[in-house]
C-alpha cells in the first residue's frame, strides 16, 4: 500500500505541468456546477428572507372605490383563516410620466400612494439611502429602489409630476425597498407620500383609489382564496392582481435563467474533462508502458497497477474538486450580491453545503469511474511484451487515403501537421470536438450579445407595436377632444399612421379548464392591427369584436389554440372570444390579450382608448416631431418617444443576458486553452523520439513547432466550419428554451456577420498560443536522446 | 594523399548530472579522411557514440573544435547547425528510429525535401534507393509493417537521400539478426566502394573488418589506429586475423 501511494506521488510529481492542467480542467468543471447547483437553490432565499423581514403582502390589488367599498373587501380577507393581514393604502394612478433633469423618464403607470402617518407592521420598507421615518414630509417622496439605480436618482434630487395645477416638483427623501416594487423587471413606478398629499396635488380626481396588500400564512391556499372572493364578488374583481409569483419573477428571473445555462454548459464541461482525463490516462499508460511491465514482473497486481493510475486522478481531483468549490462560493457570492443589493439587504447567509456535496460525489464519481475504465487496461499489460518492445505497439496509420506527399508544394512542417492529425487520430478527435463546441458557444454568445443589444429595434417580437410616437390626454386636457387630436394627427402629412390605442388592465381571463382566473393585460387597438406591425407566432391578428390574440403563456396555461373560444371579463362582464392568433408578449410578465376596442365599446358604450400609437412616414424626424406637438399642446398632452419605452423594457434582459454571455466566454476560452495545452503537451511526449529524429536530419525546434501548431490549427479551423453553422443553428433554440418562462417562442436572431466571422480569429488565436507555449518543451528534445534507452 | 572531411581539435566532451561530471571524451584530436570506411570501436561506455554525435553536430561540444570541411561546426547556432545536418550528413541509428506515421516512402524523402530540393529530384532519388536496397515494393507500407533488417535498409536509404558527405552508423547492425546484419554490412561497404565515407561505431568484430581504418577508443581518448586495405572477399581470412590479433591487443 505505501508502495503505492509513493508511485502514485511520484507519477503525479512527474507529469506536473500536465497534473495542473487536468487540476485546473476538474476544478473548473466543478466551479461551474456547484455555481449553477447554489444559485438555482439559494436564488429564492434572500426575497423569501427579505418578505419575511418587512411582513410583505403577497398579493396586492388596487381597485376604484366607486366599483367597492373597501372596508368591506379588508373585512372580508380579515376573516379568511389562511389570511396573516391586510394592509390598505390610497392610491392615485398617473400615466403622464415624470420629468427629471429636464428629460421625461419613458415609463409605464406611476402609482401614488400615500403612507398613513402611523407605523404600519405590514409592507414595512427598507431604507437604503435617506433617513427612516413613519412616512415622508409634504413634498417630500420615497421611491423604490430599482427605479433610483436604474435612473440614478440621489436623495435630495428633484423629481417633477403632472398635478391638478400642472407641474410640481418634488424632493426625494430616501430610497427605500419596496418588497412588490423594487423588482428589476416591474413595470409599476411606486412614489410614495405624505398623507393627505394625494387630495392636495391631483384634487377630486385622486382618493377614489386604493391598494390593497394581503399576506398569507399559508400562500399555498392562494388560489382557493381568489376563487372564494371572486364567488363573493359575484363571479369576478373588477380591479388589478399582482401576485407573488409574479413579483418573484420580476426579481429571480435572471439569476433563474442564468442558473440554467451554467447547469447546461457545465454538464458540457463536466464531459470535456472527462475527456482529458480518459486521453491522458491512456496516454500515461501508454508511455508508462515498460515502467508497468517491470511493476509486474516484480509482483504488482493488475489490481495494484489500476489503483496506481485511478489514485493519481482521484488525488488530483480531490484536491480540484474542493478548490473548484470554493471558487464558486465567491461566484455565488457575487451574483447573490446584485440580487442583495436590488433587494437592500447587506447581509444574507447562503448555505452552499448541499451543493458542494452533490457536486463533489458526482465529480469524484464521474473522474473516479472513467479513470478506472481507462486504467483497466493497463493492468492487462503483459510484463514481458512491455520490456521487450519498450512501449506500447500503437496502431499507427498513414492516414489513409490522404497521402501528404501527392501535394507538390507542401512543405516539410506542413506535411508533418497533417501527418500527426491522422496519426493521432483520438486526440485530434477530441481537439475537433472541443474546437467545435467553443466555437459554436462563441458564435451563440456574439449573436446572441448582438441580438440583445438590438432586442428594441424588433418591438413585433416582443409583443409590441411598431408606434414611435405615442401621445397621452393628461389630466389637464381640458377641452382637447379626442376629435380634435385625431384629425390633427389625419391632416398631419408626416403622419404615415395614427391609431387609438389603449393598455386596458380591467381584464381577467374566467375560470375555466379547472385553472383560476388570472388577471391580464389587454392591449386594446382601435384601427389596423396588422399595419402597426403586430405579430403572431401562430394565427392573425383579431379583426372583429369577437376575436382575440392571446399570448404564449395564456395559450399554455388554459390548453387553448387557435380556433377555440375564451372567456375573459371586461369590465365584470364575461365575454366569449375566438382565438385567431397566438403571439409573444413579454407585457404583464407575459399574460397578456390583443383585442379590438369594439370589442369593449360593446360593453361600455362611451369607450374609447385613451392614447394614441403614431407611426410617422419614411424619413420624418421623430424628436422634431415630438417637439412640434409638445409646443402646441402643452401640459395637456403628454407626447414621446415609444422607442425608449421598449428599450426600458427589454434593457434588463440585454444587461443580464451580456453577463452571461461573459461569463460563458470566460469559461470556454479557458476550456479550449486547457485542451489544447494538454493535448499538445501529450503528443510532444508522445512524438519525443520521432522529432529527436526530424532534428537528426535537419529540422529546426521552429519548424517542428510550426508542424505542432499546424496541426491544431487545421482541426481548429475545421471545427470552426463546423462549429460557426452550428451555434447559429443551436441559438434560437437555446434562447427559446431559457425564455420560455417570459412567454417568448421566437427569440429574434440578429445575425451579426462581423461578430460571427470574428469567432475564427479569435479560435484560433487560442489555439495558437495553447499550442505555442506547451511545444516550447520540443527545444530541450535533442537528437542525442536517440542513443539512450 | 588522402583529403580531410573532419577534423577535431581538443574535443572535449563533459556531461553533468546531479552535479557530478563525467568527462566521456577528453582532449581528442583525430582526422576522418574522405573516401574512407572508418570504424570505431572500444568498450561499453568508452565513448564512441558520444565522440559519433559530436563529429555528426549532432551534440554539443564542451570545449574544443570540429571542422567538417571548412565548416567549423562546433560553433554553429540552432538554424546553422540545422541546415548543415540537411546538407553535410546521413545517420543510421542503432534503434533505427523510423518514424511510425511516415510510409517507408514518406521516411527516405522526408530529408530530402527539408533540405529544399526538387521534390521530383528527390523522388527519383528514392526510387532509386528503394530499388537498390530492394525495397521497392514496400514503399507504401508503415515501418511496422517491414522486417527489422528492411528497417534499418530504410534507415540507410533516408541517411543516403542528400547524398551526405559522411554517412554515421551508430551500430547499425546491433538490433539485427546475423543474415540481416550481413546484409546491411554489404551494402555499407558497397556504397563506401561507390565513393561515400562512411563513419561506423561497432561492436561487431565482422563488421570492424569491413574497415579500411579502425579507431580503437578508451576512456574518452584515441587508443588505437589501425590503417587496413580495402575490404575485398579474396583475403578476408588474412584481414581477420590481423583485425583480431590487433583487437585482442587493445584488450577488447
Ligand atoms: N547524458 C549523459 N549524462 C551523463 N553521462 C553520460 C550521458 N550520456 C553518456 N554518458 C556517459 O558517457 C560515457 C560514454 O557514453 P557513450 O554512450 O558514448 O558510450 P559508448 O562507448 O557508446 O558505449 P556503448 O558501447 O555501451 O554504446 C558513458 O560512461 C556514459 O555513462
Ligand atoms: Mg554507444
Redesign the interface.
Known amino acids: 500500500m505505501r508502495s503505492i501511494a509513493a508511485i502514485i506521488l511520484a507519477n503525479i510529481r512527474k507529469r506536473k505541468t500536465q497534473s495542473i492542467l487536468i487540476a485546473l480542467t476538474i476544478a473548473v468543471a466543478a466551479l461551474m456546477f456547484s455555481s449553477a447547483l447554489s444559485l438555482m437553490s439559494s436564488v429564492h432565499k434572500p426575497l423569501e428572507s427579505m418578505y419575511d423581514k418587512l411582513n410583505a403582502s403577497h398579493t396586492l390589488i388596487w381597485f376604484d372605490t366607486k366599483n367597492y367599498n373597501p372596508a368591506d373587501i379588508k373585512k372580508w380577507w380579515e376573516s379568511r383563516s389562511e389570511i396573516k393581514g391586510v394592509q390598505s393604502f390610497k392610491l392615485h394612478e398617473s400615466n403622464d410620466g415624470i420629468i427629471y433633469k429636464g428629460e421625461k423618464l419613458a415609463n409605464s403607470t406611476i402609482f401614488f400612494t400615500e403612507r398613513p402617518g402611523v407605523q404600519v407592521t405590514q409592507d414595512k420598507l427598507s431604507f437604503i439611502e435617506g433617513k427612516e421615518a413613519v412616512s415622508p414630509e409634504p413634498g417630500e417622496i420615497w421611491i423604490t429602489s430599482n427605479f433610483a439605480f436604474k435612473h440614478n436618482i440621489k436623495i435630495g434630487d428633484k423629481l417633477g409630476f403632472t398635478a391638478k395645477d400642472g407641474k410640481v416638483q418634488m424632493k426625494v427623501s430616501a430610497i427605500v425597498v419596496d418588497p412588490q416594487f423594487s423588482g428589476t423587471f416591474m413595470d409599476l413606478v411606486r412614489i410614495w407620500t405624505a398623507p393627505g398629499e394625494l387630495d392636495r396635488l391631483f384634487g377630486s380626481n385622486a382618493g377614489n383609489e386604493v391598494i390593497m396588500g394581503i399576506r398569507y400564512s399559508d400562500y399555498s391556499k392562494e388560489p382557493y382564496s381568489w376563487k372564494a372572493f371572486e364567488n363573493h364578488l359575484d363571479g369576478s374583481f373588477y380591479g388589478r392582481k399582482v401576485d407573488y409569483e409574479t413579483i418573484s419573477l420580476t426579481y429571480l428571473t435572471m439569476y433563474t435563467i442564468l442558473g440554467t445555462i451554467l447547469i447546461v454548459f457545465s454538464i458540457v464541461l463536466i464531459i470535456i474533462a472527462l475527456f482529458v482525463i480518459a486521453l491522458t490516462i491512456s496516454s500515461a499508460v501508454a508511455s508508462d508502458y515498460k515502467i508497468i511491465g517491470v511493476f509486474i514482473s516484480q509482483g504488482f497486481t493488475p489490481k495494484n497497477i489500476i489503483s496506481i493510475f485511478t489514485g493519481q486522478y482521484a488525488l488530483t481531483a480531490l484536491i480540484a474538486v474542493p478548490v473548484g468549490i470554493l471558487g464558486s462560493w465567491f461566484t455565488v457570492r457575487l451574483v447573490l450580491d446584485m440580487l442583495l443589493r436590488s433587494i437592500g439587504f447587506a447581509n444574507f447567509d447562503f448555505s452552499m453545503t448541499l451543493p458542494a456535496i452533490v457536486t463533489f460525489l458526482i465529480i469524484m464519481a464521474a473522474v473516479g469511474s472513467s479513470a478506472l475504465i481507462i486504467a483497466r487496461k493497463a493492468g492487462k499489460i503483459k510484463p514481458v511484451e512491455a520490456i521487450r518492445e519498450g512501449s506500447v505497439s500503437r496502431k499507427y496509420s498513414n492516414g489513409g487515403k490522404f497521402n501528404a506527399l501527392r501535394f507538390k508544394t507542401l512543405n516539410v512542417p506542413a506535411i508533418l501537421g497533417i501527418k500527426q492529425i491522422f496519426s493521432n487520430r483520438r486526440q485530434s478527435a477530441f481537439i475537433l470536438i472541443c474546437a467545435i463546441t467553443v466555437s459554436s458557444i462563441f458564435t451563440f454568445a456574439v449573436n446572441v450579445q448582438n441580438s440583445l443589444v438590438h432586442l428594441s429595434e424588433s418591438p413585433g417580437y416582443w409583443g409590441f407595436d411598431n408606434r414611435q410616437v405615442v401621445m397621452t390626454p393628461t389630466e389637464n386636457a381640458g377641452n382637447l377632444t379626442d376629435q380634435i387630436i385625431m384629425n390633427k394627427l389625419d391632416r398631419d402629412n408626416r403622419v404615415k399612421q395614427a391609431t387609438r390605442v389603449e393598455i386596458y388592465d380591467m381584464t381577467s381571463v374566467s375560470e375555466q379548464v379547472g385553472k383560476p382566473s388570472r388577471n391580464v393585460i389587454a392591449m386594446v387597438y382601435d384601427g389596423n392591427m396588422d399595419a402597426l406591425g403586430l405579430e403572431n407566432i401562430q394565427g392573425r391578428n383579431p379583426k372583429t369584436e369577437n376575436e382575440i390574440s392571446i399570448s404564449l403563456n395564456l395559450s399554455k396555461e388554459y390548453k387553448k389554440t387557435i380556433g377555440d373560444t375564451i372567456e375573459v371579463y371586461i369590465a365584470k362582464k364575461k365575454v366569449s372570444f375566438v382565438i385567431t392568433g397566438i403571439m409573444q408578449s413579454i407585457m404583464g410578465a407575459g399574460y397578456s390579450i390583443r383585442i379590438e376596442a369594439s370589442a369593449i365599446k360593446k360593453i361600455l358604450p362611451e369607450y374609447l382608448p385613451n392614447q394614441y400609437a403614431v407611426v410617422l412616414k419614411k424619413g420624418e424626424d421623430v424628436n422634431s416631431f415630438i417637439k412640434s406637438y409638445q409646443n402646441e399642446y402643452g401640459l395637456k398632452l403628454d407626447v414621446k418617444s415609444y422607442e425608449d419605452n421598449v428599450k426600458d423594457m427589454t434593457n434588463p434582459i440585454a444587461i443580464g443576458g451580456n453577463s452571461i454571455v461573459v461569463i460563458l466566454c470566460i469559461i470556454f476560452t479557458l476550456v479550449m486553452f486547457l485542451v489544447i495545452f494538454n493535448m499538445t503537451l501529450m503528443n510532444v511526449h508522445w512524438e519525443k523520439r520521432n522529432f529527436g529524429t526530424y532534428k537528426a536530419f535537419g529540422m529546426t525546434s521552429s519548424q517542428i513547432r510550426l508542424s505542432l501548431m499546424l496541426r491544431t490549427v487545421i482541426i481548429t479551423v475545421a471545427g470552426v466550419i463546423i462549429g460557426i453553422p452550428l451555434g447559429l443553428y443551436m441559438a434560437p433554440g437555446i434562447m427559446r428554451m431559457i425564455l420560455d418562462s417570459f412567454s417568448i417562442a421566437k427569440f429574434p436572431m440578429e445575425i451579426t456577420l462581423l461578430g460571427t466571422a470574428a469567432v475564427i480569429p479569435v479560435c484560433l488565436l487560442i489555439t495558437l498560443i495553447s499550442t505555442w507555449i506547451p511545444s516550447g518543451r520540443v527545444l530541450d528534445i535533442s537528437p542525442r536522446n536517440l542513443i539512450v534507452e | 594523399m588522402k583529403k580531410t572531411v573532419i577534423k577535431t581539435k581538443d574535443l572535449c566532451k563533459t556531461y553533468v548530472s546531479d552535479g557530478e561530471q563525467f568527462h566521456a571524451i577528453r582532449n581528442l584530436s583525430l582526422e576522418i579522411y574522405e573516401g574512407d570506411f572508418t570504424v570505431i570501436m572500444g568498450s561499453s561506455g568508452s565513448g564512441k557514440?558520444t565522440l559519433l554525435?559530436l563529429l555528426s553536430g549532432?551534440?554539443n561540444v564542451t570545449t574544443g573544435d570540429v571542422w567538417f570541411s571548412d565548416i567549423k561546426i562546433d560553433s554553429l547556432k540552432?538554424?546553422e547547425i540545422?541546415?548543415?545536418?540537411?546538407?553535410n550528413i546521413g545517420?543510421i541509428?542503432?534503434?533505427i528510429?523510423?518514424?511510425?506515421?511516415?510510409?517507408i516512402?514518406?521516411n527516405i524523402?522526408?530529408?530530402g525535401?527539408?533540405?529544399n530540393k526538387n521534390?521530383k529530384l528527390v523522388d527519383q532519388k528514392a526510387y532509386e534507393l528503394l530499388k537498390m536496397f530492394e525495397l521497392h515494393e514496400l514503399s507504401g507500407r508503415?515501418p511496422?509493417q517491414v522486417s527489422g533488417g528492411q528497417q534499418q535498409r530504410v534507415a540507410i536509404a533516408?541517411g543516403l537521400i542528400n547524398s551526405p558527405q559522411v554517412l554515421f552508423a551508430?551500430e547499425p547492425t546491433g538490433s539485427l539478426n546475423s543474415a540481416q546484419g550481413r546484409n546491411v554490412l554489404d551494402i555499407l561497404t558497397n556504397i563506401n566502394e561507390g565513393g561515400q565515407t562512411v563513419v561506423m561505431v561497432t561492436h561487431d568484430f565482422k563488421a570492424a573488418c569491413r574497415a579500411d581504418r579502425i579507431l580503437f577508443i578508451r576512456d574518452g581518448k584515441i587508443d588505437g589506429d589501425l590503417e587496413l586495405e580495402k575490404f575485398t572477399t579474396d583475403n578476408l581470412e588474412q584481414r581477420e586475423e590481423k583485425v583480431f590479433a590487433y583487437l585482442t591487443e587493445k584488450g577488447w
Open positions: 557514440s554525435y549532432l551534440d540552432e538554424k540545422a541546415n548543415f545536418r540537411r546538407m545517420f541509428f542503432q534503434a528510429n523510423l518514424v511510425p506515421n511516415l510510409t516512402f514518406e524523402t522526408i530529408p525535401y527539408l533540405a521534390k508503415l511496422s533516408r551508430d
